[in-house]
């Protein structure tokens, strides 16, 4: 059974850094697309960064460009997004996503992966 779980989310302040894990066990990511995606309350869950299985492709929504990087481990099965430079509204639950298979692109629709996490909340204040 796959299984992707969150980690590294939490209270931060304006202009801070995080960087958010997601552990995948129960399949391997060495070949897999794999994305980030959110949700802040009251709105839908959007894209953020993606990848394709060996980081040839990456891509990331005009939000967070520049800020956020997309990275991955095969050693680990850990897919990771440094957050750099926060900002309010990057405030949002945000989950992993992963097929693992090989995609062509695009990645930024969520009908493209296979499995989820549970999600972690990133909380930044002004």
């Known amino acids: 059974q796959v299984q992707l779980v969150e980690s590294g989310g939490g209270l931060a302040q304006t202009g801070d850094s995080l960087r958010l894990s997601c552990a995948v066990s129960g399949g391997t990511v060495s070949r897999s697309a794999m994305g980030w995606f959110r949700q802040a309350p009251g709105k839908e869950r959007e894209f953020v960064a993606a990848r394709n299985w060996n980081g040839g492709v990456t891509d990331y929504a005009d939000s967070v460009k520049g800020r956020f990087t997309i990275s991955k481990d095969n050693a680990k099965n850990t897919l990771y997004l440094q957050m750099n430079s926060l900002r309010p509204e990057d405030t949002a639950i945000y989950y992993c996503?992963?097929?693992?298979?090989?995609?062509?692109?695009?990645?930024?629709?969520?009908?493209?992966?296979?499995?989820w996490g549970q999600g972690t909340q990133v909380t930044v204040s002004s």
């Open positions: 996503a992963a097929d693992l298979r090989i995609l062509a692109p695009p990645y930024r629709a969520t009908e493209r992966y296979r499995y």
